[in-house]
């Protein structure tokens, strides 16, 4: 069918698949999850890529949301992955592992596409600023519909550190933070990046999008609204479906 695509979401824990109506940003299929090997390696991986088309016996164009930032189908970071991505081509790797033609999309701008297209984002002017908290800390921002790529402020120094190794999912359960804890170093971090950007919306993605409110009564004195992403979890998967999508 021709609005059917496979989108996979490559994540720190796991690697999910599901094939996606992108002209309604919807599931049609059940959620196909495989544990992330480690290391978490180029040969590793694209074959768990070609276990998820397998299993949904799909011969269409895929799209990857992947954690890195990705300049043209090449791996430019490698923060939560094998460094031996670093370098590579992810697209070509895919393509040649699957015989699927693929497009490689950074895991943030792949969520925010789903939630811009079809989400809390949709027909926002001005920047819409999203954040999805996972094993790292994603952004991506929008600005009038316009993406621009690759954005990783997850990696800015904040307190001396690299944010997302003060403030991400995974520092919470490393350091075992309550949510009131680890909500008051987040809270720190969106007003840094609130007093960079001004958005006018922030949108919330990741897996700890689906626990906003353990933690939302502690995020406080943010001007921007601040809201849980319409697709939660799923927003990877429709996003990185929407650019195989307009790719081809």
């Known amino acids: 069918m021709q609005n059917i695509h496979l989108g996979i979401d490559f994540g720190g824990s796991g690697i999910k698949g599901c094939l996606v109506d992108t002209s309604q940003g919807v599931f049609t299929t059940e959620r196909h999850?495989?544990?992330?090997p480690s290391p978490a390696s180029p040969e590793k991986v694209t074959q768990i890529f070609k276990d998820i088309i397998n299993h949904f016996?799909?011969?269409g164009d895929v799209g990857v949301a992947f954690p890195a930032a990705v300049q043209n189908g090449l791996v430019r970071t490698a923060s939560n992955i094998d460094k031996s991505w670093i370098g590579q081509n992810a697209a070509t790797l895919i393509e040649e592992s699957t015989s699927n033609r693929a497009s490689v999309v950074n895991d943030a701008d792949a969520a925010a596409l789903a939630e811009v297209r079809f989400g809390h984002g949709k027909?926002?002017?001005g920047t819409v600023l999203m954040i999805t908290i996972g094993s790292g800390l994603g952004?991506?921002?929008f600005t009038d519909g316009k993406l621009l790529a690759n954005t990783e402020l997850g990696h800015v120094y904040y307190k001396n550190k690299i944010a997302e190794k003060w403030a991400s999912d995974a520092t919470r359960k490393e350091e075992d933070l309550s949510w009131k804890k680890w909500a008051k170093?987040?809270?720190?971090?969106l007003?840094?990046?609130?007093?960079?950007?001004?958005?006018?919306?922030?949108i919330l993605g990741g897996g700890a999008s689906k626990k906003f409110e353990k933690y939302s009564e502690y995020l406080k004195d943010v001007e921007t609204e601040v809201v849980p992403a319409?697709?939660?979890n799923h927003a990877g998967i429709i996003g990185a479906?929407?650019?195989?999508?307009?790719?081809?």
Not at 33 to 36: A, D, H, L, N
Not at 191 to 202: A, G, S, T, V
């Open 57 to 59: 016996d799909y011969s």
């Open 241 to 248: 479906a929407i650019r195989a999508a307009e790719q081809h």
């Open 123 to 125: 027909d926002i002017a």
């Open 139 to 141: 952004t991506a921002i």
């Open 230 to 232: 319409y697709l939660q």
């Open 191 to 202: 007003h840094y990046m609130e007093k960079l950007f001004y958005p006018e919306l922030i």
């Open 185 to 189: 170093r987040f809270n720190e971090y």
């Open 33 to 36: 999850r495989i544990e992330t």
